[in-house]
T-cell receptor, first 113, second 114 residues
């Protein structure tokens, strides 16, 4: 059973566009929500993370929006660039105990020049 | 930049053989994780170490899998009697203790079973 559901599976935008990737979860014990970026042949790299007591967090061109009541969160990439073309994963964890991450299935983003 | 280091990067082996992977975490990171990633999927948790103690194992970690972190530094993941379904990318991550501490991933070991 997929604990974190992610959509869309793939996304194509023009340079300068604002791709939006959405994730949803059921486990209300989750209290840490990171987003990772992965290039082919590389490991996931942390982009930005949010706690459930915050509704929005921005770091550079990346913004997370978080809706605790709907159990949904999303990643927005402002002014997207061809170098942003990668696979993006949302994740969630319960910070007490192991804090192991539950990942979504990923979104393959292509930014066209 | 001393990130998480994994060796080997690629391993090709015949079905039934044993394989061992190594992970060197970021120094002073107490927590170490192993994940498995198959093509087109997100990483799936396998096991977790707090220093040298293995504190949690996923049901994905069958009895053919064993992991160690003998001195609380590097870790090894061994797969015995490999099967076709073991073909995947094996990722290691480390983090400090405490809340809101990100997990830093290595570039993984890609295992191919012939």
């Amino acid at each position: 059973q997929q604990q974190v559901k992610q959509s869309p599976q793939s996304l194509i935008v023009q340079k300068g566009g604002i791709p939006i990737i959405n994730c949803a979860y059921e486990n209300t014990a989750f209290d840490y929500f990171p987003w990772y970026q992965q290039f082919p042949g590389k490991g996931p790299a942390l982009l930005i993370a949010i706690r459930p007591d915050v509704s929005e967090k921005k770091e550079g061109r990346f913004t997370i929006s978080f809706n605790k009541s709907a159990k949904q969160f999303s990643l927005h990439i402002m002014d997207s660039q061809p170098g942003d073309s990668a696979t993006y994963f949302c994740a969630a964890s319960v910070q007490t105990g192991a804090n192991n991450l539950f990942f979504g299935t990923g979104t393959r983003l292509t930014v066209i020049p | 930049d001393t990130g998480v280091s994994q060796n080997p990067r690629h391993k090709i082996t015949k079905r039934g053989q044993n394989v061992t992977f190594r992970c060197d975490p970021i120094s002073e990171h107490n927590r170490l994780y192993w994940y498995r990633q198959t093509l087109g999927q997100g990483p799936e948790f396998l096991t977790y170490f707090q220093n040298e103690a293995q504190l949690e194992k996923s049901r994905l970690l069958s009895d053919r899998f064993s992991a160690e972190r003998p001195k609380g530094s590097f870790s090894t993941l061994e797969i015995q009697r490999t099967e076709q379904g073991d073909s995947a990318m094996y990722l290691c991550a480390s983090s400090p203790d405490g809340f809101n501490q990100p997990q830093h991933f290595g570039d993984g070991t890609r295992l191919s079973i012939l």
